[in-house]
């Protein structure tokens, strides 16, 4: 074996907070994951979806921006949108100002769903992840992460 095969690749800090960043949502994330989807049968997708309806104003979004926003395709969107509908967790309805637009909107079933979800979801959220930084601490990662993800998603 070669010596420069034996020595470790040197990264940049930029590539290592990088790595952080996504290896803290990997192993996090799975987990909260995992609790919902066992407790309520709620596969992570549909609580994304459900989760971004249930903030927006009016509880309806735009499918092509939600779709963005939860990073799928146009059609593997279609096919969860289908899928929840069928559930009857949303419902859809015509974008009267575009007739190519299509709203996605909460449905009563939804909202109970979200909110099961939630009182499992926010506690683990502040056990995992929140009570590990100080309120200021806090401040600063949402301020940063609300400004990278507007520059890389500004329908957002």
Same mark, same amino acid.
């Given at each position: ?34 609790? $919902? ?6 596969? @992570? ?18 499918? *092509?921006?939600?779709?963005?926003? !939860?990073?799928? *395709?146009?059609?593997?969107? *279609? ?10 967790? $949303?419902?859809?309805?015509?974008? !009267? ?9 909460? *449905? ?11 009182? $499992? ?10 009570? @590990? ?17 507007? !520059? @890389? @998603?500004?329908?957002?």
């Amino acid at each position: 074996m070669s010596e420069a095969a034996e020595q470790p690749v040197q990264v940049s800090d930029d590539v290592t907070l990088w790595g952080l960043l996504v290896e803290v949502h990997t192993s996090i994330g799975r987990a909260m994951d995992t609790e $919902i989807e066992q407790a309520l049968g709620l596969p @992570h997708n549909e609580f994304e979806v459900l989760l971004r309806l249930g903030r927006a104003p009016g509880q309806r979004k735009r499918m *092509t921006c939600l779709a963005a926003e !939860v990073s799928f *395709t146009a059609g593997g969107f *279609t096919r969860l949108a289908d899928r929840m509908e069928q559930i009857g967790h $949303i419902r859809r309805e015509p974008d !009267v100002t575009d007739r190519r637009a299509t709203f996605l909107v909460m *449905t009563e079933s939804g909202n109970e769903v979200l909110r099961k979800a939630l009182a $499992i979801h926010e506690p683990s959220v502040r056990e995992r992840f929140v009570q @590990h930084m100080s309120d200021a601490e806090r401040a600063v990662v949402e301020s940063v992460l609300r400004r990278v993800r507007d !520059v @890389h @998603h500004p329908m957002s």
